[in-house]
């Protein structure tokens, strides 16, 4: 087959060659020879001859060029027989099939979409050069999960009319695994420490999922940076990597990584100045310098400052400002004086707000979030504003913003916000044990996303012992164009309190209710709701005697017209995964005339959230609540509150604490109360071995509260405590949460409950 290639391509070189030598002729008539799939069409028309023309052969060598170079022919050759030009081909053959054996890593469909792309695909012409170039780079995917062993070899077998079918025998072998880092030169830290910031790490217990012992040059390489900023934080400002080795055993299944560095002498700041074009005033700079002298030198304090300058200018539409801090070092006495410079450069403002990666989220539900406005100045903490509102939404596991200037000008930007959309429905299983062995189980149908118009719908079905509930929600965030949303909801309700150590009683409410939120400040919403609701109420032999005589007084079956205020501010970067933020509710329901029942209920939640380190977030959160009767009649006992159990107290039984009472078998009930108070503590920070990966997540909680009666009197040294471990994962398949829960102070009556465990499935 070479030879032929090479004889023709002389040919086309050369025009003197004997395989087309010949006196120019006038062309009665063109033939084609040789050809099996391609159209004589094709063919005449690389001829640069027609019918009637003078041929030479110059024109010869120029049709073996053109043949050639489409790519269809091995060989090409040009004769000329009594005035007939005639075009003698070779024809390369098609490729009939393609078939990978051996191969579990890739899938075999993307891997053919892959060799589409480089030219190699069934239906096409069989192209050696690129055969081998496709080899080439399934050897290089391999070596990107790490199986260094892996081999390749390419079979190519001849089929009937000039085709050929081409077989991948893969062996993939065994990913190699890291099996040692080392630091050398470390004196300051210790090597463990500083092998902890490192993504790759040495085969763990959770490493088959996050394949972290696997090798990687893009991860090396950022743990290596991740390195280096550690040490230039902490002051080393000569600080260096000097080499690093990474060996690989004979037989491919090892990996050794040796780091080298020198650490250098602490630096401590000696000055800080400012100078540039200063349009803001100097006072309101020097509150954003981050560094001060005397302080140990600090390249995150450096960036922080010159990121809070860049963030303060674009605010005021200056997003090309150019902020640089030099550095004047003297190594003699191991301090760096800064000099600020400060160019805002030209006030910009954005001509077009471009959004991509919603294939679902309709356009108008992203735009109603975004605060920047087209046509305006460019205001960084608009845009900045507007990412955060798109996070909490939870229709995206991403946003990116990217603000790129308008070619050809110097004064406009667009915004370019990037999403990457989240499954928002959810088909939520829950089971709880505790350690009276009552089951719970639980399961709703929500999607946060209806359609892609962000709307929510949540059908909630609960077959519990204890409750049996039907409702269904319906939420318009944007019934009006200034973001005042509208819901509806409607429920029928069974409680039965006889599997509880609650007091026995049984409850079965119907209602329906429309509720409206206003928004009153960028953070802030009020929310106004009316709903009616009927409520029957069943007492047995032995119920307390509290709760027949509300029966009694007031009848079995009550009507009530719920009024319903609340106010809530959520300033948390993240829906999800929230790590830093504040987040307040004050919540009011009144039953109101003219129907049965008169009462107030009430709380109030303050949840705070502090980030701590790159990942990990410490979170605050108190709760309290009263409620009462007024105009004459009580609070009725099903309105009462309880404590205990997941949301509340961990370790402690559902709805255990708080007032109790003997029932009629001499065993203890809860009856609840009017007062209850709750206070959380839980330190969140990424599963060990999970990497960067923020779908998993443990907690260690510390958890306190108690319910008060009306008769009781409210005292701190009533609360119960508890402590414990808890651990959520964003699986595939849905949300899996754990929680393992221990009492730190208890009274003999109170009943524990351990373990908790929820998982639902996402559609």
């Known amino acids: 087959m070479k030879s032929k290639f090479l004889s023709g391509l002389l040919a086309a070189l050369s025009v003197a060659a004997p395989a087309f030598a010949f006196e120019p002729f006038v062309v009665k008539d063109i033939r084609v020879e040789g050809i099996q799939r391609t159209e004589a069409g094709t063919v005449f028309s690389y001829l640069p001859a027609k019918v009637g023309d003078r041929f030479t ?41 393609i078939d990978f054996v051996g191969v579990k890593e890739f899938e075999k469909d993307a891997l053919k979409a892959g060799l589409k792309e ?33 081999t390749v070899q390419t079979t190519v077998t001849p089929l009937e009319r000039n085709r050929v079918a081409i077989r991948f025998d893969v062996v993939e072998g065994e990913a190699a695994k890291i099996r040692q880092i080392k630091i050398v030169g470390n004196t300051v830290f210790d090597e463990d420490d500083l092998i902890d910031l490192f993504e790759l790490t040495t085969p763990g217990w959770l490493t088959w999922y996050t394949k972290t012992d696997q090798y990687s040059r893009q991860k090396l390489s950022g743990d290596l940076e991740t390195l280096r900023s550690h040490y230039l934080n902490q002051g ?72 809070a300058i860049t963030d303060a200018l674009g605010n005021e539409g200056y997003a090309f400002a150019n902020v640089n801090a030099a550095p004047e070092v003297n190594r003699e006495k191991h301090e760096v004086a800064f000099t600020i410079y400060v160019d805002p450069g030209k006030r910009v403002y954005v001509r077009r707000i471009n959004i991509s990666g919603n294939d679902r989220t309709r356009d ?130 069974t409680y039965d309190a006889d599997s509880l150590d609650v007091a026995r009683y049984k409850t079965e409410s119907t209602g329906f209710g429309v509720r409206y939120g206003i928004p009153i400040a960028e953070e802030d919403r009020v929310n106004f709701g009316l709903a009616i609701d009927r409520t029957t109420v069943t007492t047995f032999s032995d119920s307390p005697v509290q709760y027949k005589d509300f029966v009694s007084a007031f009848g079995n079956s009550a009507t009530s017209l719920m009024a319903t205020v609340s106010w809530a501010r ?53 709760e309290v609540g009263w409620a009462h009767g007024y105009g004459g009649k009580p609070l009725p006992f099903y309105k009462n509150f309880h404590a205990g159990g997941i949301g509340s ?33 839980e330190y969140y920070f990424p599963l060990p071995g999970s990497g960067r990966d923020r779908s998993f997540r ?34 595939p398949i849905g949300p899996l949460k754990l929680s393992l829960g221990w009492p730190l102070k208890k009274e003999s009556t109170d009943d524990t409950q351990r373990f908790q465990f929820q998982l639902g499935s996402v559609f």
């Open 57 to 97: 052969e110059a024109q010869a060598a120029e049709s073996i060029r053109a043949l050639f170079a489409t790519g269809f022919f091995d060989d090409v050759r040009i004769e000329a027989e009594d005035d007939v030009l005639v075009v003698v081909v070779d024809e390369r053959p098609a490729v009939a099939q």
């Open 118 to 150: 480089v030219g190699l695909a069934e239906s096409r012409i069989f192209d050696r050069s690129l055969l081998e170039r496709a080899e080439q780079e399934l050897k290089r995917q391999y070596l990107t999960r790490a199986k260094y062993a892996a």
């Open 236 to 307: 080393y400002l000569d600080f260096s990597i000097d080499s690093t080795q990474v060996s690989i055993t004979p037989d491919k299944k090892d990996i050794y990584l040796t780091v080298s560095i020198t650490e250098g002498e602490k630096y401590t700041v000696s000055g800080v100045k400012l100078t540039g074009e200063l349009i803001l005033p100097e006072e309101k700079y020097r509150e954003l310098v981050k560094v001060k002298p005397g302080e140990v030198f600090s390249r995150e304090a450096i960036t922080d400052t010159n990121k």
């Open 364 to 493: 108008e539900v992203l735009r109603r979030e975004v605060r920047q406005m087209e046509g305006a100045w460019y205001d960084g903490e608009r845009i900045n504003q507007s990412k955060v509102r798109l996070d909490r939404l939870g229709f995206f596991d991403e946003v990116a913003v990217q603000t790129p200037a308008v070619p050809g000008t110097t004064d406009q930007v667009d915004v370019d916000l990037k999403v990457k959309e989240r499954q928002t429905g959810n088909l939520a299983l829950g089971i709880g044990f505790s350690s009276s062995d009552s089951i719970v189980l639980s399961a709703s149908v929500s999607q946060q996303n209806l359609f892609g118009t962000g709307n929510a719908l949540t059908f909630v079905i609960n077959s519990s012992s204890t409750n049996r509930t039907y409702s269904i929600s319906y939420t318009n965030p944007y019934s009006t164009i200034d973001g005042v949303s509208r819901g509806f909801d409607a429920y029928v309700r």
């Open 570 to 622: 959520d300033s948390r970067d993240s829906f999800l995964y929230p790590r830093k933020g504040l987040y307040q509710r004050a919540f009011v329901e009144a039953a109101v005339p003219p129907t049965d029942m008169r009462y107030v209920k009430a709380s109030y939640q303050h949840q705070y959230w502090i980030p701590v380190g790159q990942q990990a977030a410490f979170m605050l959160n108190g």
């Open 649 to 681: 107290v961990r370790g402690f039984k559902q709805s255990s604490l708080g007032p109790q009472i003997v029932n009629t078998n001499g065993d203890l009930d809860t009856i609840g109360g009017n007062r209850r108070l709750i206070a959380n503590a």
């Open 698 to 731: 443990v907690s260690t909680f510390f958890d306190a509260g108690q319910v008060w009666g009306a008769d009781q009197r409210l005292q701190l040294g009533d609360l119960r405590y508890s402590s414990g471990v808890a651990f959520s994962w964003s699986s």
